[in-house]
């Protein structure tokens, strides 16, 4: 059956996206996603859920290992990604 223009523009008039909720995390002031844990310190409403430094050390570990498989300084691979990996602030998990 034929479907107008104006029948496709009124289905699609409800299909508009919204614009992220984002908050500022209260231990370090990144901003996130409401309702989610902070991915620079790892903490959720005041409780350290992620060990964001064992994530790091980890990813960098890996990454050293593909270095070394494709034959490049691992050395060299690791700078370049600490840069970026680096979270502003570093903290310890209690318990
Ligand atoms: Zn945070």
Redesign the pocket.
């Known amino acids: 059956m034929r479907h107008t223009k104006g029948h496709t523009r009124n289905r699609r008039s409800h299909h508009a996206l919204t614009a992220p909720r984002i908050s500022s995390?209260p231990?370090?002031g990144?901003s996130?996603l409401r309702h989610r844990v902070?991915e620079?310190?790892g903490?959720y409403r005041g409780k350290q859920v992620i060990d964001v430094v064992a994530k790091i050390e980890k990813k960098n570990t890996r990454l050293k290992d593909k270095a070394r498989k494709m034959g490049i300084d691992p050395g060299e691979a690791k700078e370049k990604e600490e840069k970026k990996a680096t979270p502003k602030k570093k903290t310890t998990l209690k318990k």
């Open positions: 995390c231990d370090c990144a996130h902070c620079t310190c903490k």
